[in-house]
């Protein structure tokens, strides 16, 4: 300041405003180098390898994380090019759209699988692009980088797994569609002459042997077909039909199928309607599987008291539902194996001294069920107390949640046995199976004409001589397969149109459509009922 006094007042005042002018510069200056070195600190300290070039590709700088990556420091690659990293893996095209790429000013994101200095090979996620000065032109470019090695071994040991599991699928399929077979012919015949014998004796001692055939016979098809279910519901190869479904209606209908059983074990089965509406748009045929799942449980895991089962239209956040609650005095579930008892397969009491039989499916199925109509399924269960299951079914369906694909119009069938006007029908059944051939056969003789041959090239014989209204044609037969005498049939001049039923053992997923568009016009799966093949036929005469 002493020095300003040798001076005039306008140098004064020039030379102050300079000394204000180069007082805010240094500022800058300073703040310029805190920013500098907070940006280095930051790329020093990174977590990811930072490396930049100059414009030709040179390495000017290398951070410490990718020194900890590739084995090599600074002075080691400074000024060299990042192909000294290459494995000789990535082609030459990758690197030249990587070039046209950063060199058109664009950002390059890409994987490389790289070497380290000690030879091993590692895979890097890279980010490249270019630094530009403020005329625009390239000064450097940075690349950063994330060594994916180990998140690239795990993807492949997931890829593996992935295969293993769709090959374990492909075997469990094929296991599933031969045992299937396997089962259901011979249940054909057992099915059907228990229930002659069931209708025909009249001794009460043999009458009831009879019907413990028939019961266990319609036991281990309904084991058959729960697996059967449980398959194609995993394959999603379920069509949804969709209709008008009374709850109320549909709950009284099963529960009266219940009410023999529980009389024997001297307990209630109670229905209760808590209000007048009780119509959902639903898939009956799974609601009905639902309900008698949850019904059967309920009386066979009780023994004293008994069950209520109530149906109540309820209001959710002003979405319609309603709810149908299977309540039991029953035996009662550990709040532990709530989750367990929806798992495949399984059971509370499992092992050689499990308490209850049962192939452990049935809530598998119907917790699949439920959320296939997007409704939910709790349990609330007191161990001694009992149960209380309840299923919450939307009452209008979300088309758009459903996909169009999965939707069919409700279509039912007449299951009221065969009038007397049908018998003037002519059927021919082709079966070599001579057991499944009487059983049909004992199924038909009040109702329809029939007769029998035991071979596609029978078949194929007897169409030209005579006409026939249906012809039952089993799939698997010696010789001549099913399928081609369908075919050869059918070009049999007069026959284009007949129906012909595959009857078949073959009932996977798939297999329906695979025979309908083989030549079959209808499909029956086997074991099946003797009103199921009079309705059948009723229905294709009509
Ligand atoms: P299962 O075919 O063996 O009956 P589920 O899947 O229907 O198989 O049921 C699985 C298990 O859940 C049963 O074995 C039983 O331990 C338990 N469980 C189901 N319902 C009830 C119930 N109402 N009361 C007590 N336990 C039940």
């Excluded at 309920?298 to 008291?305: C, N, Q």
Aim: aromatic share 8%.
């Amino acid at each position: 300041m002493l020095i300003l006094e040798k001076f005039d007042e306008y140098t004064k005042v020039e030379v102050l405003r300079e000394l204000k002018h180069l007082y805010k510069k240094i500022n800058e200056l300073k703040e310029d180098q805190k920013n500098f070195r907070k940006l280095s600190k930051a790329v020093e300290q990174s977590p990811v390898s930072v490396l930049i070039t100059d414009y030709k590709g040179n390495i000017e700088y290398v951070n410490p994380k990718f020194s900890i990556v590739t084995g090599y420091t600074l002075e080691e690659v400074f000024g060299k090019n990042p192909r000294i990293f290459s494995s000789g893996r990535t082609s030459l095209s990758e690197y030249k759209n990587l070039w046209d790429t950063i060199n058109s000013g664009g950002e390059w994101i890409g994987e490389f699988l790289n070497k380290r200095k000690n030879g091993d090979l590692f895979w890097e996620n890279a980010s490249i692009s270019p630094i530009k000065n403020e005329s625009g032109s390239t000064t450097h470019f940075v690349a950063i980088k994330e060594d994916i090695t180990q998140r690239k071994i795990i993807e492949a040991e997931l890829k593996e797994a992935k295969s293993k599991a769709e090959e374990m699928n492909k075997i469990k399929s094929i296991f599933l569609a031969n045992m299937s077979h396997e089962l259901r012919t011979p249940l054909t015949g057992v099915m059907g002459f228990a229930s002659l014998l069931s209708d025909e004796l009249t001794d009460p001692y043999l009458k009831e042997m009879a019907n413990i055939i028939l019961q266990s016979t319609m036991r281990l098809t309904e084991t058959v077909n729960s697996i059967l279910d449980l398959s194609k519901i995993e394959a999603e190869k379920l069509t949804l039909k969709i209709s008008r479904v009374n709850l109320a209606e549909v709950v009284k209908n099963i529960a009266d199928q219940f009410k023999q059983t529980a009389k024997e074990k001297n307990i209630f089965l109670d229905i209760v309607v808590r209000n007048d509406n009780s119509i959902a748009e639903l898939d009956k045929s799974l609601v009905v599987q639902i309900i008698k799942n949850l019904i059967q449980n309920a009386v066979k895991f009780t023994s004293k008291g008994g069950v209520a089962v109530e149906i109540e239209r309820i209001k959710i956040n002003s979405k319609s539902f309603v709810e149908v609650r299977v309540v039991d005095t029953g035996i009662g579930i550990d709040q532990k194996n709530f989750a367990k008892i929806f798992e495949p397969f399984r059971q509370v009491s499992e092992g050689l001294n499990r308490g209850y039989e049962g192939p452990g499916l049935g809530l598998t199925i119907t917790k699949k069920y439920v959320e296939l109509l997007h409704g939910e399924i709790f349990v609330e269960s007191n161990i001694k107390l009992g149960s209380k299951f309840i299923v919450r079914f939307p009452t209008v369906v979300e088309r758009k949640l459903l996909g169009k694909k999965n939707i069919e119009p409700e279509n039912q069938l007449d299951i009221s046995k065969g009038s007397n006007e049908s018998t003037s029908s002519n059927l021919l059944i082709v079966e070599d199976d001579e057991l499944n051939r009487s059983t049909i056969e004992h199924y038909l003789k009040n109702f329809y004409n029939f007769e029998s041959v035991s071979s596609g090239e029978s078949a194929v014989k007897v169409v030209k001589k005579k006409k026939y209204d249906i012809i039952l044609m089993d799939i698997a037969l010696k010789g001549m397969s099913g399928l081609e005498a369908a075919q050869l049939i059918k070009k049999v001049p007069g026959n284009q149109n007949i129906p012909i039923v595959a009857v078949t053992a073959y009932a996977m997923i798939g297999d329906k459509e695979r025979l309908l568009k083989g030549g079959c016009t209808h499909y029956l799966a086997k074991p099946f009922t003797q009103t199921s093949l009079l309705s059948l036929i009723k229905s294709i005469l009509k």
